[in-house]
């Protein structure tokens, strides 16, 4: 040991490179630096001499390990390796043998110096390697991106895989030597501190490793955790240990959940609770104002906090006060994270029935703060306590007490403008929903009744306690509140009386006349005469009860006994034993009585208010009903599809308002977007494919009811929305053979059903067989047998439904090869038989339900027959027929001398009204339908002739084309030109069908013009033909016929607009609406010039009639069949229609519109400029809501800011108060960058003389407002600040003027303001309201003039009244056509692109 004892003292450096330095006093210093050449040569003499000596080895050799720390970047991987396996061995050895050293008493001082010496340098060399390995790690981890170290990356993989295999290892063997009871070595003292921070600086390298927290290194945290709890327990470290873990948690977000499991461990088993409060305590001392600016590190606080509330809750619950003040700070994380603490508090630790009085309060308070927060500024923080709240709810930690309030919050966020927070209150509801204690049943009108019932119950058990119920002070009561002034009393007894007085007091004959007599007086507050009498009946009655001798201490207190016995009827009676038993046993009874009665109160207001909390709770599902429909069609997809999960929640409680939002949902089906259209796939999967039945039978059935109850009094809409839904799961084999089996017994009556059932019944065959069309197909004769045979006539809806499933069978289904002919019935299938004789049947018999089959019919026959005209002709025939056999009856009975006409003669007028609208009906249907067949059907296959014939000839051809020569190469080329050839045949063919629908249909060889005449009859002559079924089926027969010839409906369409404007019945201009819209995509310039009289219809009085004008106007203006003019403010006029279908209309209209490229960005001026008209009749209220609509569809920064400018422009022609105020509303509505506060500082003489009006100068001041909170530059807050100034300035200056106004001197004004003045009077005598060119820059006179001229024809219209109520009035007086001079004149094609707008 002699080298041991020579060896100098060695000193933990602060850095390796104080090793290098003599200070002079004796330490340790390194004697040479060996280099890299040396290195591998001295490592094997170091492990030579640890052979021979141990781990005092290296007292010589400590420079060569060093040496390699000092080369460490460049040497050798072996070496590095070599090294550390090396001082692994060596401290591995001496923290084995130093348990057995240490134990001996005769160690000497130098040995124990020596081996001190050996573990600080052991401990240091192999800390030293666990540094740089790590460094290096971290540095290889961070260059693997770089594509052009290739050799670093392939070396950083050899020498990172060896590290993170001795990683692991190497921590355990610290935390061994850590475990020694090492205060020996320093002679009894405390482990020197720098050596211990030794250990810990290597634990705190390896943490600030990003990659640490990751699932494969779980190993290594867990030994880095034991190795500084280790250095905690041992060594007192707690004061460093916070400081570092804070300092590590502000500058590493990824040691937030590493150092939370490591604390939680620490308290659970290492008893290390203290540590808890120091580092919350730390966090809490942190200035919100900083953390408000370092983001990083408030995350790592937060993420600690959280992570750790969730590993100890009650730990952090008992150090909560030191936190909350974070709550009021700028940083919303900070608050997450405390507001999550809480939530853990309350789920984990605060949650039970068995709770104190204060952790009660504690609970009470935090979840106040939790629903305060419900409503914070930041919306991250608003998600996140609903989030909390959610979970609070599914671990039912939340109190009854709570309930109401919260879900009330939770409704009120559904209006949220952020989309994350509706989507978490959402699922908040539906966890309420989910975990409700109230009902699996929510049903308010289910739940009202017994509500009403029981607190009647209550109130009458209220009423009969009131009035049973005994005195409310009882005797003895009674007694102890007036016993100070009967001892008063009794105590004057023995006070020298007056004569007058006692002689005044004589006790009766009998005791019982005694006792009621002293009771009499007691009652009469005669206290000192009662106690007097008390006293004389003691001398008087002794030994007799109640006056039998007590025993008490003095004459006093037994004078105030016997009165408190006689006062309170506690003694008993003289005579018997028996009544006074008989009266306290009654006294029992009352007395169980009562408190049988208040526990049932008791028990009766619990159930009330049971009642009443679940029929609030049932109240404010349904509000939220109303809010989540609407929510479906936002644009965000998982709002969107969280409201769909939500109605499926609310469907399995029995809420009968789910089935509207289980409609609602129908139409998203067609969404583009994946998720939406499986999430309404998956809902009805849930809701009506997997009932909670066994058998399949049973599921069968359930299926088929739910169903059905879907179609009662569906829309047209609703029913193909299902439609598809349910061929998707017919295609998927999601819907058994059973289900199936059942529709096709109840459709033939084999199983027993309703009506209404065997209709559901087929109409769902019909959906089903779009999946799957052999379902009917293998079916077709059962369908002809049962729903079109003889009892077809009863029953016009099954039949309807019948014709509408076999049209399946031609619903274009993927033909199975190409140009393969369409799928056709022959002429003389029993199909069409049954078809044709019954609509002949019913043609003469009065039915509603006969048009809707009749149509369905007609249908079906042009869709599958091969010569559908002949068969219709036979019908349009056969019904013509009977109406004039009728028509020949009327006429015998008008000829009989006993009638006498009371109609005019005029042969259809003798016709019953329910014949004459089938016929007409029946015209008009046949007409269509023809239209239809010529166009598409006999089109399509007269080109399907043509292809085959084609490339029948082509196929010969090839043969002769393969023997042509090279000389031939320009035919070749010819034919590459088919394309032309085959357009030129296909517009050849279009015409073709075009000539004959012109020339042939409606000449007088056709059938269809023996009708004509009593179509435009009925028509003009309104008066004669009053009803409104028949004017409704003449109008739309009339634009059917009209879609038949462009010449017969150029000389129809005044009739038609006639009719649209003018009818009084909501039902005719409908339907004309309908067929106007089909005739502008059919004859589009001819159409063109009537546009106008379609957008009147927008403001129809009728609601019916404007959603229909709104639908059809949609679909012409988004196919482009019209010219998107100035009128297209009356869609807009429609967003605040009282009628919501409408409104919903207008909204799709406008959300269409928004996708095509930048048309509602091109439109919003003029829109802006017609509805701020003073004679639009919009209120400014309206229109704010109108202009917050349109303006959300601006998103783009270049569309905001040219916008800005055109509104700022719009100012010079803008001349009321309330125009200035729209366009600067309107200037609110976007969100302006720094370039458009550029666009409104160089426009600011647009506007400058306006901003007098309080108004306007407001919605500047909310313009810069918000500009200001999101713009974080310098220069654009001094722009902002400068066009304040400005706007002041002008503000002011316009009320100073106005003042002068006033006083009658004139402002002066530029010379542009003059012209615009006095051309606006010029033209107002010529139209006394605001025409459109009040919101455009003024035109030269000539164009204005040319103009007014092309107005002022149009004006004069004559009015045009019908004459209903005059049954002898002409032809002409009943005509209801415009006159020559209302017809308009211009036409304009509808394909010039000329953008110019009537104004």
């Avoid at 909310?1262 to 600040?1281: D, H, I, Q, S």
Wanted: with cysteine.
């Amino acid at each position: 040991m002699a080298d041991a004892v020579a060896a100098p003292q060695f000193q933990l450096p602060l850095s390796p490179a104080d090793l290098l330095r003599d200070d002079g006093r004796g330490d340790y210093v390194v004697q040479e630096v060996l280099p890299i050449r040396e290195l591998p040569p001295a490592l094997a003499a170091f492990r030579a001499a640890f052979r021979a000596r141990g781990a005092l080895a290296v007292l010589q050799h400590f420079d060569s390990v060093y040496s390699v720390l000092h080369h460490f970047r460049t040497v050798g991987t072996a070496v590095k390796e070599d090294a550390l396996e090396l001082m692994v061995n060596v401290v591995s050895h001496h923290s084995n043998e130093l348990p057995g050293i240490l134990s001996d008493a005769g160690l000497s001082h130098a040995d124990r110096a020596a081996h001190l010496n050996a573990l600080k340098m052991n401990c240091y060399l192999l800390t030293s390697l666990v540094d740089a390995f790590e460094m290096e790690t971290l540095k290889n981890s961070l260059s693997e991106a770089d594509p052009g170290g290739k050799n670093k990356k392939n070396h950083a993989k050899t020498s990172g895989s060896f590290w993170e295999e001795e990683r692991e290892p190497v921590l355990q063997l610290l935390t061994q030597v850590l475990q020694l009871d090492l205060r020996q070595l320093w002679g009894g003292l405390s482990v020197e501190e720098e050596f211990v921070s030794l250990m810990m600086g290597s634990c705190y390298r390896i943490l600030e490793n990003p990659s640490i927290g990751l699932q494969k290194y779980r190993a290594t945290r867990e030994a880095v955790t034991h190795l500084l709890a280790g250095a905690l327990i041992h060594c007192g470290q707690m004061f460093s240990a916070t400081l570092k873990i804070t300092q590590m948690l502000q500058h590493f977000e990824h040691v937030a959940p590493v150092f939370a499991q490591a604390v939680s461990l620490w308290a659970k088993e290492y008893g290390l609770k203290s540590l808890v409060g120091e580092l919350l305590r730390e966090i809490g001392q942190k200035c919100p104002q900083d953390l408000a600016r370092e983001a990083s590190g408030v995350k790592g606080y937060s993420t600690f906090v959280t992570e750790l509330a969730g590993e100890i809750p009650a730990l952090v619950l008992s150090n909560m006060s030191v936190l909350l003040h974070h709550l009021d700070g700028e940083s919303y994380m900070m608050r997450n994270a405390i507001l999550a603490a809480m939530a853990e508090a309350l789920m984990q630790v605060l949650n039970g029935d068995q709770l104190e009085e204060a952790a009660r309060g504690t609970r009470d308070k935090f979840l106040s703060m939790l629903q305060a927060h419900v409503c914070d500024v930041h919306s991250f923080v608003r998600s996140r306590v609903l989030q909390l709240f959610t979970r609070i709810v599914q671990c039912k930690a939340l109190p009854l007490t709570h309930f109401q309030s919260v879900v009330s919050l939770a409704v009120g966020r559904l209006n949220d403008k952020s989309v994350i927070v509706v989507k978490n209150a959402i699922q908040l509801l539906a966890a309420f929903l989910s975990n409700n204690p109230f009902s699996c049943k929510l049903s308010c009108a289910d739940l009202d009744k017994p509500l009403k019932k029981e607190v009647q119950k209550l109130q009458e058990m209220r009423d009969r306690v009131r009035s049973t119920a005994v005195p409310v002070i009882t005797p003895e009561e009674e007694w102890e509140a007036m016993l100070p002034e009967v001892r008063a009393a009794t105590q004057q007894l023995f006070q020298p009386l007056q004569e007058r007085e006692e002689e005044m007091l004589e006790v009766e004959e009998t005791v019982e006349s005694a006792v009621e007599q002293i009771t009499g007086l007691l009652r009469k507050l005669n206290y000192k005469s009662a106690a007097r009498l008390t006293q004389k009946a003691l001398c008087r009655f002794q030994g007799k009860e109640p006056f039998s001798s007590l025993m008490e201490e003095n004459e006093e207190a037994t004078i105030l006994d016997v009165l408190k016995r006689l006062f309170t009827g506690s003694c008993p009676g003289e005579n018997s034993e028996d009544p006074p038993n008989d009266n306290s046993s009654h006294k029992t009874k009352e007395v169980v009585q009562e408190e049988q009665s208040q526990t049932e109160l008791a028990k009766q207001e619990t159930l009330v208010q049971y009642l009443q909390d679940a029929y609030n709770f049932s109240v404010k599902i349904t509000e939220a009903l109303n809010l989540i429909s609407k929510l479906m069609y936002e644009n965000s997809v998982s709002v969107v599809q969280e409201a769909i999960e939500f109605f499926v929640t609310v469907s399995q409680f029995g809420v009968p308002q789910a089935l509207l939002g289980v409609r609602r949902m129908l139409p998203l089906i067609w969404s583009k977007e994946p998720g939406i259209k499986e999430a309404v796939l998956n809902a009805y999967r849930q809701l009506y494919l997997s009932p909670s039945v066994d058998s399949e039978r049973a599921k069968a059935q359930s299926l088929v009811h739910s169903l059905s109850l879907i179609l009662v009094d569906a829309s047209l809409g609703t029913i193909q929305c299902l439609e598809e839904i349910i061929s998707e799961f017919v295609q998927k084999d999601e819907i058994k053979p059973a289900v199936i089996q059942l529709l096709w017994e109840q459709f033939t009556e084999k199983s027993q059903c309703s009506s209404l059932e065997q209709r559901a019944a087929v109409m769902l065959l019909g959906m089903m067989a779009r999946g799957k069309p052999e379902i009917i197909g293998s079916n077709l004769d059962i369908l002809i047998t049962v729903g079109l045979s003889e009892k077809a006539c009863e029953d016009y809806r099954l039949a309807q439904e019948v014709c509408n499933v076999i049209s399946k069978l031609g619903g274009d289904p993927k033909p199975a090869k190409k140009n393969s002919a369409p799928f056709r019935l022959p002429q003389n299938h029993m199909l069409f038989g049954c078809l044709s004789e019954t609509v002949s049947k019913g043609f003469a018999q009065p039915s509603t339900h006969w048009i809707p089959f009749m149509d369905a019919a007609v249908m079906l026959i042009y869709q599958l027959a091969e010569g559908p005209e002949e068969i219709c002709a036979h019908i349009l025939q056969v019904c013509s027929q009977q109406a004039l056999e009728k028509l020949q009856e009327a006429d015998e009975q008008n000829s009989d001398p006993g009638n006498s006409p009371s109609r005019d003669s005029g042969g259809a007028a003798s016709l019953p009204t329910f014949m004459l609208m089938h016929l007409v009906s029946l015209v008009g249907q046949v007409a269509m339908q023809q239209v239809a067949h010529l166009e598409v059907s006999v089109s399509a296959e007269i080109r399907r002739r043509r292809i085959l014939k084609e490339e029948k000839t082509k196929k010969h051809s090839d043969s002769s084309k393969k023997r042509r020569s090279q000389a031939t190469g320009n035919e070749t080329t010819m034919e590459e030109e088919l394309g032309l050839v085959t357009a030129t045949a296909d517009d050849t063919e279009a015409e073709f069908i075009h000539s004959i629908c012109e020339t042939e249909l409606l000449d007088g060889k056709h059938l269809f013009s023996a009708f004509v005449p009593l179509v435009l009859k009925i028509c003009n002559n309104p008066g004669l033909y009053s009803d409104s079924a028949l004017s409704a089926a003449a109008a739309l027969t009339l634009g059917k016929l009209c879609m038949i010839s462009s010449e017969f409906c150029d000389s129809h369409l005044r009739l038609l607009f006639t009719m649209m404007e003018k009818s009084t019945l909501p039902g005719v201009r409908s339907n004309l609406i309908i067929a106007a819209g089909d005739l502008a995509i059919h004859f589009p310039n001819l159409v063109e010039p009537w546009t106008s009289h379609l957008y009147a219809r927008l403001q129809d009085p009728c609601p019916s009639v404007r959603q229909t004008a709104g639908l059809v106007m949609t679909h012409l203006i988004l196919k482009d069949m019209v010219k998107v003019k100035g009128q297209v403010s009356e869609m807009a006029a429609l967003l605040i229609d009282p009628d919501e279908a409408v409104m919903e209309v207008a909204q799709n209209f406008f959300g269409e519109l928004s996708n095509k490229g930048n048309a509602i960005y091109n439109l919003l001026p003029d829109i802006i400029s017609h509805l701020s008209k003073p004679d639009c009749g919009i209120e400014e209220e309206s229109f704010h809501t109108i202009m917050r609509h349109l303006f959300s569809y601006i998103t783009k920064d270049k569309q905001t800011e040219s916008l800005v400018e055109k509104l700022c422009q719009r100012f010079r022609t803008a001349r009321t108060e309330r125009q200035y105020r729209d366009l600067s509303h309107c200037l609110t509505l976007l969100p302006v960058s720094e370039r458009g506060l550029h666009k409104l500082q160089d426009n600011f003489d647009c506007f400058a003389d306006k901003l007098q009006d309080p108004a306007v100068y407001s919605c500047f001041q909310t313009v810069l407002a918000r500009f200001r909170r999101a713009c974080v530059k310098p220069e654009a807050k001094a722009l902002a600040e400068e066009l304040e100034q400005k706007l002041s300035a002008s503000h002011n200056r316009g009320l100073d003027s106005t003042e002068t106004c006033q006083e009658g001197s004139q402002i002066p004004v530029s010379v542009p303001a003059k012209q615009k003045t006095i051309r606006s009077s010029c033209r107002q005598p010529l139209s006394p309201v605001n025409r459109d060119e009040d919101f455009v820059t003024p035109q030269p006179s000539t164009l204005r003039n040319q103009k007014r001229a092309q107005k002022r024809r149009p004006r004069k219209k004559a009015v045009i009244t019908f004459s209903s109520d005059e049954e002898n009035s002409s032809e002409d007086e009943l005509s209801a056509e415009l006159r020559e001079e209302e017809t308009p004149t211009k036409t304009t094609p509808i394909t010039r692109s000329s953008a110019r707008r009537l104004r």
